[in-house]
C-alpha cells in the first residue's frame, strides 16, 4: 500500500513557475499569487518532487 504524503514548498526557493501545478495528475497543486497544495486530492505520486526545477518541494509523510 502507498504511503500518504504530504508536500511542503520551500517559498524561499520557490518562485511560482507553475511547473509542479502542471505535472501533477491528480490536480493538487495551484500556482497563482502563491502555491497551494490540496492533500485531499494528492494521490503522493512524487513526480512534483522530482519535477521542481529549484528542489523546493519535499515530502512529509503522514499517517492515518
Ligand atoms: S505527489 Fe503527485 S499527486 Fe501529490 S501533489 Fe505531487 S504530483 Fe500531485
Ligand atoms: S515547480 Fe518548483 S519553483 Fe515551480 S511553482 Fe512548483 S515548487 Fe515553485
Same mark, same amino acid.
Given at each position: ?10 517559498? &524561499? +526557493? $520557490?518562485?511560482? @513557475?507553475?511547473? /509542479?501545478?502542471?505535472? #501533477? !495528475?491528480?490536480? %493538487? ?10 492533500? &485531499? +486530492? $494528492?494521490?503522493? @505520486?512524487?513526480? /512534483?518532487?522530482?519535477? #521542481? !526545477?529549484?528542489? %523546493? ?8
Amino acid at each position: 500500500m502507498p504511503r500518504k504524503v504530504r508536500i511542503l514548498v520551500n517559498e &524561499d +526557493k $520557490c518562485y511560482l @513557475c507553475g511547473g /509542479c501545478a502542471g505535472v #501533477c !495528475p491528480a490536480l %493538487a497543486i495551484r500556482v497563482g499569487s502563491k502555491w497551494e497544495f490540496s492533500g &485531499d +486530492k $494528492c494521490i503522493s @505520486c512524487m513526480i /512534483c518532487v522530482k519535477a #521542481c !526545477p529549484v528542489g %523546493a518541494l519535499t515530502a512529509e509523510e503522514v499517517s492515518g
